[in-house]
T-cell receptor, first 111, second 117 residues
Framework: KQEVTQIPAALSVPEGENLVLNCSFT??????LQWFRQDPGKGLTSLLL?????REQTSGRLNASLDKSSGRSTLYIAASQPGDSATYLC??????????FGAGTRLFVKA | GAVVSQHPSWVICKSGTSVKIECRSL??????MFWYRQFPKQSLMLMAT?????????EQGVEKDKFLINHASLTLSTLTVTSAHPEDSSFYIC?????????????FGEGSRLTVL
């Protein structure tokens, strides 16, 4: 059974700091891995999608890496801003696009 | 990116009534949609997979007679919470696989907050 773990559960950093969010999964037989952002009381916004054959994806100040063999992914946020404050969710998809989510990392960026 | 719309965004109902939540893919066709439930400060739990033109596939522990799912068209899936009770109060979110089916990218609706009194 696939399990997805995110560390840390919560993180508070000063504005401008670079930070790394971690995601690990137990079954390396994945189809893809996706990072999402969720603001309080809202739905999910897709940030980055990494296919199982890829090692990383970049979008603006965000960079996500994938090491399928070790069951790990990281989301790197450069030069954090208060607007980055949200919960970040890691999700792993297996066959049929069935997706398992981690519990999320709650990020707070202080101005 | 692809847009998924949910309606209503919030609903309050009395115990014993039924509530229908709609999930629409606005600019693409989605043969497969997913319904999730999220409790406060917890992650998303997959409830069921909705397939256009066929019966939904429910996850273990999810009552299919309680949570009725209909996916009658390529752009609409509905979740009906039947005879709702306070313990059904939750945040329900749907997602759809984008038209680039090979990538498996999921797009999510804004969610529907259900409060059962």
């Amino acid at each position: 059974k696939q399990e997805v773990t995110q560390i840390p559960a919560a993180l508070s950093v000063p504005e401008g700091e670079n930070l790394v969010l971690n995601c690990s999964f137990t079954d390396s037989a994945i189809y893809n891995l996706q990072w999402f952002r969720q603001d309080p009381g809202k739905g999910l916004t897709s940030l980055l999608l990494i296919q199982s054959s890829q090692r990383e994806q970049t979008s603006g100040r965000l960079n996500a890496s994938l090491d399928k063999s070790s069951g790990r992914s990281t989301l790197y946020i450069a030069a954090s801003q208060p607007g980055d404050s949200a919960t970040y969710l890691c999700a792993v998809s297996t066959g049929g696009f069935k997706t398992i989510f981690g519990a999320g990392t709650r990020l707070f960026v202080k101005a | 990116g692809a847009v998924v719309s949910q309606h209503p965004s919030w609903v309050i109902c009395k115990s014993g009534t039924s509530v229908k939540i709609e999930c629409r893919s606005l600019d693409f066709q989605a043969t497969t949609m997913f319904w999730y439930r999220q409790f406060p400060k917890q992650s998303l739990m997959l409830m069921a997979t909705s397939n256009e033109g066929s019966k939904a596939t429910y996850e273990q522990g999810v009552e299919k007679d309680k949570f009725l799912i209909n996916h009658a068209s390529l752009t609409l899936s509905t979740l009906t919470v039947t005879s709702a009770h306070p313990e059904d109060s939750s945040f329900y979110i749907c997602s759809a696989v984008g038209t680039s089916g090979l990538t498996g990218e999921l797009f999510f609706g804004e969610g529907s907050r259900l409060t059962v009194l």
